[in-house]
DNA sequence: TACAGTTTTGAACAACTGGTAGAAAGATAC
DNA sequence: GTATCTTTCTACCAGTTGTTCAAAACTGTA
């Protein structure tokens, strides 16, 4: 058998980039922020509660008074990003502007939220089959309440003739939110662009597309 | 309820959407489809080689006659979306045709693949914290170059003036991998669109944008 | 038939999992 | 000081994890 250095029997000591375990109180907040980390970097089945509360700096058994068990935990992340998402989108939908202003507003809304909470969101859009019983389909119906504002600013610029009909509203729709979702996966904050530059080109991009206009001959 | 042959009085609790256990002849190629599904759904992390061996109507044991390890599989999972992936992206940007054309087809074949491959790509964009050692930093350089190629599309069609320098090359690059990548979260062959018909969808929107040309006022 | 090679089994293992109980410690107010 | 309430620790449980391995079952073929 060849000596592999990719298997050594690891007696599974530290997984890479844990923190050293600053010792900040211990509250609900603190553990799901911490949790939503580890999470994103190792996914929800492969990080243990002790893993959460040695970051923490606190012991397994300390967790328990402020949360319930482990899927606590993940609702409480789900929460975090949806209440962060829904009703800032819900405003823009409802406003009196334009549906070409309103995609772009709802567009750097959702790049934005992608950006900032970046852990929890990740973990969003990762982790939903281990949640169980009632708030998981909840959990479902929210999402594609959300998805559907934008289906419906897009469906509204259809009508008023801004938007082509060539584009499926639906697929439109999953079209720019995967574009933004996928910033949790490479965006950092130190990078040469904002966000918001980010969420600028993305409308641009989204509306005007990436052709130039043909030059006119006459 | 349905009387089930296969698993009569197993002592496993069925874990919800499991399969039957159809006995299928051991093989690597068997094993690492049977691991992709199971990872997709349930992460790496949450999924035991008890279950993966389950689904195939084999036990544990007789898995390690054909992998090395847990992560085996997971390198095999990674080489198999790289190998579909990598070759003819690469023909396409090697080829003589239009920047606007390359960009295109290249965003059809990044569709294709995500569509075809769901199991397999959901599992490549998530599970890479969990393969270490120089396999771990042969993947992240892989991906890089492959990226590398739209970007290079991108840029060639800036510099002849058909793209819009408005949008970072890099960004743009981002945008149109996280709408195809998306894909593998919603996208379900029995819809009312193909694959074929997303994706030139989502050229249509990348190339030209949604809105639709003002109207010419004299 | 017998034999060799391939494949699978089933049990064993050490380490780790989420979760619990109660003692211990820390706060806070009197 | 005492009393009370809040928070954390230690130790433990029962179940599961990835991995190993000798023995068994299967395979083809001479």
Redesign the interface.
């Known amino acids: 058998m060849v000596a592999?250095?990719?298997?050594a029997r690891s007696p599974q000591k530290n997984t890479?980039r844990s923190k050293p375990a600053r010792r900040v109180r211990l509250s609900q907040k603190a553990i799901v922020a911490a949790a939503a980390e580890l999470f994103a970097?190792?996914?929800?089945?492969?990080?243990s509660l002790d893993e959460i509360a040695e970051r923490l700096g606190a012991t397994k058994g300390a967790l328990y008074y402020h949360i319930k068990n482990k899927e606590d935990i993940l609702r409480h992340i789900y929460l975090t990003v949806l209440t962060a998402s829904e009703e800032p989108l819900a405003e823009i939908a409802a406003s009196s502007a334009s549906p070409?202003e309103k995609?772009g507003r709802a567009i750097i809304h959702h790049a934005t939220v992608a950006a900032n909470r970046s852990p929890a969101m990740t973990v969003f859009?990762?982790?939903h089959?281990?949640l169980t019983g009632p708030f998981a389909r909840e959990i479902v119906v929210r999402k594609k309440v959300y998805e559907r504002y934008f289906e419906q600013i897009?469906e509204e610029?259809q009508a008023a003739?801004?938007?082509?009909r060539?584009?499926?509203a639906k697929?439109?729709t999953?079209?720019?939110?995967?574009?933004?979702?996928?910033?949790s996966?490479?965006y950092q904050p130190g990078g040469p662009?904002t966000h918001q530059q980010?969420a600028a080109?993305?409308v641009?991009?989204?509306?005007?597309?990436?052709?130039?206009p043909p030059a006119i001959t006459e």
Chains 1, 2 share one sequence.
């Not at 999953?174 to 910033?183: D, E, K, S, Y």
């Open positions: 592999d250095e990719s298997s890479g970097r190792n996914g929800f089945g492969a990080t070409a995609l859009y990762r982790e089959p281990h897009i610029g003739g801004v938007f082509t060539e584009i499926d697929i439109a999953f079209g720019l939110l995967g574009m933004c979702n996928w910033l996966q490479w662009y980010i080109m993305f641009r991009m989204v509306e005007q597309g990436m052709l130039t």
